[in-house]
Protein backbone atom coordinates (compact mmCIF):
# COMPACT_ATOMS: atom_id res chain seq x y z
CA UNK A 1 0.00 0.00 0.00
CA UNK A 2 0.98 3.63 -1.05
CA UNK A 3 1.51 6.56 2.00
CA UNK A 4 2.81 9.43 2.87
CA UNK A 5 4.44 10.58 6.50
CA UNK A 6 4.80 14.25 6.90
CA UNK A 7 6.95 14.90 9.78
CA UNK A 8 6.21 17.94 12.20
CA UNK A 9 2.79 18.23 12.52
CA UNK A 10 3.75 22.21 13.09
CA UNK A 11 6.78 23.73 12.28
CA UNK A 12 7.20 27.57 12.90
CA UNK A 13 9.93 29.88 11.40
CA UNK A 14 11.00 33.71 11.17
CA UNK A 15 10.06 35.63 8.19
CA UNK A 16 12.98 35.71 5.97
CA UNK A 17 14.29 32.41 7.53
CA UNK A 18 14.46 29.07 5.07
CA UNK A 19 11.58 27.00 4.94
CA UNK A 20 11.45 22.77 5.68
CA UNK A 21 8.59 20.94 5.33
CA UNK A 22 9.47 16.78 5.16
CA UNK A 23 7.36 14.15 3.93
CA UNK A 24 8.53 10.53 3.27
CA UNK A 25 6.28 8.09 1.12
CA UNK A 26 6.08 4.50 0.88
CA UNK A 27 5.36 3.33 -2.27
CA UNK A 28 6.26 -0.17 -4.19
CA UNK A 29 5.70 1.25 -7.68
CA UNK A 30 7.63 5.04 -9.01
CA UNK A 31 5.43 7.48 -7.20
CA UNK A 32 3.98 10.52 -8.19
CA UNK A 33 4.13 13.10 -5.55
CA UNK A 34 2.37 16.23 -4.97
CA UNK A 35 2.45 19.33 -2.71
CA UNK A 36 -0.87 21.12 -1.95
CA UNK A 37 -0.96 24.48 0.38
CA UNK A 38 -4.63 25.25 2.16
CA UNK A 39 -4.96 28.99 3.72
CA UNK A 40 -7.37 28.91 6.22
CA UNK A 41 -11.13 28.18 5.10
CA UNK A 42 -10.23 27.65 1.64
CA UNK A 43 -9.74 24.62 -0.46
CA UNK A 44 -6.50 23.04 -1.28
CA UNK A 45 -4.36 24.83 -4.53
CA UNK A 46 -1.32 22.56 -5.87
CA UNK A 47 2.16 23.97 -4.99
CA UNK A 48 3.93 21.71 -7.44
CA UNK A 49 4.43 17.71 -8.37
CA UNK A 50 6.70 15.13 -9.53
CA UNK A 51 5.95 12.77 -12.26
CA UNK A 52 9.17 11.21 -12.67
CA UNK A 53 10.70 14.08 -15.09
CA UNK A 54 13.62 16.32 -12.98
CA UNK A 55 13.96 15.19 -9.18
CA UNK A 56 14.04 18.75 -8.22
CA UNK A 57 10.57 20.61 -9.05
CA UNK A 58 9.90 24.01 -8.86
CA UNK A 59 6.23 25.00 -7.84
CA UNK A 60 4.39 28.52 -7.61
CA UNK A 61 5.39 31.31 -4.62
CA UNK A 62 9.31 29.95 -4.58
CA UNK A 63 8.71 26.60 -3.08
CA UNK A 64 10.43 23.71 -4.60
CA UNK A 65 10.77 19.99 -3.54
CA UNK A 66 13.57 17.47 -4.12
CA UNK A 67 12.55 14.20 -5.22
CA UNK A 68 14.89 11.74 -3.30
CA UNK A 69 14.48 7.74 -4.21
CA UNK A 70 17.28 6.84 -1.84
CA UNK A 71 15.51 8.54 0.85
CA UNK A 72 11.86 8.23 -0.18
CA UNK A 73 12.06 11.95 0.83
CA UNK A 74 10.10 14.71 -0.80
CA UNK A 75 10.97 17.51 1.31
CA UNK A 76 9.04 21.30 0.34
CA UNK A 77 11.71 24.19 0.62
CA UNK A 78 11.47 28.38 0.50
CA UNK A 79 14.38 30.11 1.06
CA UNK A 80 12.96 33.01 2.50
CA UNK A 81 9.54 33.09 4.69
CA UNK A 82 7.04 34.98 3.83
CA UNK A 83 4.35 36.39 6.28
CA UNK A 84 1.58 34.89 3.73
CA UNK A 85 3.16 31.50 3.58
CA UNK A 86 1.08 30.90 6.91
CA UNK A 87 -1.16 28.19 5.56
CA UNK A 88 -1.19 23.97 6.34
CA UNK A 89 0.92 21.85 4.29
CA UNK A 90 -0.35 18.88 2.68
CA UNK A 91 1.97 16.09 1.29
CA UNK A 92 0.19 13.33 -1.53
CA UNK A 93 0.89 10.67 -3.33
CA UNK A 94 -1.14 9.23 -5.86
CA UNK A 95 -2.90 6.11 -5.59
CA UNK A 96 -1.66 3.14 -8.04
CA UNK A 97 -3.57 -0.02 -7.25
CA UNK A 98 -7.37 -0.76 -6.67
CA UNK A 99 -10.41 0.47 -7.72
CA UNK A 100 -9.84 4.02 -6.69
CA UNK A 101 -6.14 4.06 -8.85
CA UNK A 102 -5.52 8.23 -9.84
CA UNK A 103 -6.79 9.52 -6.70
CA UNK A 104 -4.68 10.87 -4.05
CA UNK A 105 -3.82 9.71 -0.52
CA UNK A 106 -2.71 13.22 1.75
CA UNK A 107 -0.48 13.07 4.60
CA UNK A 108 -1.82 14.89 7.68
CA UNK A 109 -0.83 17.62 6.94
CA UNK A 110 1.61 20.62 8.54
CA UNK A 111 0.82 24.02 9.65
CA UNK A 112 3.81 26.76 8.97
CA UNK A 113 3.58 29.22 11.22
CA UNK A 114 5.87 32.53 10.15
CA UNK A 115 6.95 34.98 12.80
CA UNK A 116 7.75 38.39 11.76
CA UNK B 1 -12.34 32.18 -14.73
CA UNK B 2 -13.03 28.84 -14.91
CA UNK B 3 -13.31 27.54 -11.44
CA UNK B 4 -14.62 25.27 -8.97
CA UNK B 5 -17.80 26.63 -6.81
CA UNK B 6 -19.36 25.23 -3.71
CA UNK B 7 -22.49 26.30 -1.99
CA UNK B 8 -22.37 27.16 0.88
CA UNK B 9 -19.96 28.34 1.90
CA UNK B 10 -21.02 27.26 5.47
CA UNK B 11 -24.10 25.52 6.06
CA UNK B 12 -25.59 24.29 10.46
CA UNK B 13 -27.89 21.77 10.14
CA UNK B 14 -29.51 19.75 12.73
CA UNK B 15 -28.65 16.47 13.98
CA UNK B 16 -30.52 14.09 12.27
CA UNK B 17 -31.87 16.45 9.67
CA UNK B 18 -30.86 15.78 6.01
CA UNK B 19 -28.64 18.21 4.34
CA UNK B 20 -27.02 18.99 0.47
CA UNK B 21 -23.87 20.42 -0.10
CA UNK B 22 -23.01 21.56 -3.95
CA UNK B 23 -20.69 21.90 -6.64
CA UNK B 24 -20.41 23.03 -9.30
CA UNK B 25 -17.82 22.99 -11.98
CA UNK B 26 -16.60 25.53 -15.26
CA UNK B 27 -13.65 23.35 -16.06
CA UNK B 28 -15.67 21.14 -18.05
CA UNK B 29 -14.15 18.38 -16.03
CA UNK B 30 -14.88 14.18 -16.40
CA UNK B 31 -14.05 13.52 -13.00
CA UNK B 32 -15.25 15.06 -9.43
CA UNK B 33 -14.38 13.98 -5.83
CA UNK B 34 -15.87 14.67 -2.56
CA UNK B 35 -13.68 14.45 0.38
CA UNK B 36 -14.24 15.03 3.97
CA UNK B 37 -12.17 16.91 6.27
CA UNK B 38 -12.03 17.13 10.05
CA UNK B 39 -10.68 19.74 12.20
CA UNK B 40 -6.55 19.18 11.80
CA UNK B 41 -6.44 16.18 9.60
CA UNK B 42 -6.24 15.07 6.07
CA UNK B 43 -8.89 15.20 3.45
CA UNK B 44 -9.68 12.12 2.96
CA UNK B 45 -11.97 10.85 -0.35
CA UNK B 46 -15.56 9.39 0.14
CA UNK B 47 -16.16 8.98 -3.13
CA UNK B 48 -16.04 10.10 -6.79
CA UNK B 49 -17.83 10.01 -9.98
CA UNK B 50 -16.27 9.83 -13.48
CA UNK B 51 -18.69 11.08 -15.51
CA UNK B 52 -21.80 9.08 -14.66
CA UNK B 53 -19.50 6.29 -13.18
CA UNK B 54 -20.04 6.11 -9.09
CA UNK B 55 -17.07 4.86 -7.27
CA UNK B 56 -17.20 4.85 -3.27
CA UNK B 57 -14.64 4.19 -1.10
CA UNK B 58 -14.68 1.62 0.83
CA UNK B 59 -15.12 2.76 4.17
CA UNK B 60 -17.42 5.52 3.31
CA UNK B 61 -20.28 5.43 5.39
CA UNK B 62 -23.79 4.85 4.16
CA UNK B 63 -25.00 7.95 5.51
CA UNK B 64 -23.60 9.87 2.71
CA UNK B 65 -24.99 9.54 -0.77
CA UNK B 66 -23.89 11.40 -3.94
CA UNK B 67 -25.83 12.77 -7.09
CA UNK B 68 -24.18 13.95 -10.21
CA UNK B 69 -27.12 15.07 -12.40
CA UNK B 70 -24.95 17.01 -15.19
CA UNK B 71 -21.27 17.48 -16.21
CA UNK B 72 -20.70 20.77 -14.18
CA UNK B 73 -23.18 19.48 -11.19
CA UNK B 74 -22.03 17.34 -8.25
CA UNK B 75 -24.44 17.14 -4.94
CA UNK B 76 -23.24 15.54 -1.24
CA UNK B 77 -26.40 14.57 0.61
CA UNK B 78 -25.88 13.61 4.47
CA UNK B 79 -29.04 11.97 5.36
CA UNK B 80 -29.17 11.57 8.77
CA UNK B 81 -26.22 13.99 10.34
CA UNK B 82 -24.72 13.22 13.27
CA UNK B 83 -21.92 15.11 15.25
CA UNK B 84 -18.93 12.96 13.97
CA UNK B 85 -20.07 14.36 11.14
CA UNK B 86 -19.16 18.03 11.32
CA UNK B 87 -16.14 18.70 8.74
CA UNK B 88 -15.26 20.63 6.16
CA UNK B 89 -15.85 19.30 2.74
CA UNK B 90 -14.38 19.83 0.03
CA UNK B 91 -15.21 19.32 -3.81
CA UNK B 92 -12.71 18.61 -6.78
CA UNK B 93 -12.34 18.08 -9.99
CA UNK B 94 -9.98 16.67 -12.85
CA UNK B 95 -9.67 16.31 -16.45
CA UNK B 96 -9.72 12.03 -16.39
CA UNK B 97 -8.74 9.18 -13.68
CA UNK B 98 -5.39 9.53 -13.10
CA UNK B 99 -4.73 12.76 -13.93
CA UNK B 100 -1.65 14.60 -11.99
CA UNK B 101 -3.54 17.59 -10.59
CA UNK B 102 -6.72 17.92 -9.17
CA UNK B 103 -8.37 20.96 -8.74
CA UNK B 104 -10.46 22.22 -5.32
CA UNK B 105 -13.45 24.02 -4.50
CA UNK B 106 -12.93 26.40 -1.66
CA UNK B 107 -15.34 24.04 0.78
CA UNK B 108 -18.35 23.86 2.90
CA UNK B 109 -17.62 24.07 6.45
CA UNK B 110 -20.57 21.54 8.35
CA UNK B 111 -21.66 22.02 11.64
CA UNK B 112 -24.15 19.76 13.34
CA UNK B 113 -26.19 20.94 16.43
Known amino acids: AQSVTQLGSHVSVSEGALVLLRCNYS??????LFWYVQYPNQGLQLLLK??????LVKGINGFEAEFKKSETSFHLTKPSAHMSDAAEYFC??????????????FGKGTKLSVKP | DAMVIQNPRYQVTQFGKPVTLSCSQT?????MYWYQQKSSQAPKLLFH???????NEADTPDNFQSRRPNTSFCFLDIRSPGLGDAAMYLC????????????FGPGTRLTVL
Open chain 1, 50 to 55: YTSAAT
Open chain 1, 92 to 105: AVRRDYGGSQGNLI
Open chain 1, 27 to 32: SSVPPY
Open chain 2, 92 to 103: ATSPRLGTDTQY
Open chain 2, 27 to 31: LNHNV
Open chain 2, 49 to 55: YYDKDFN
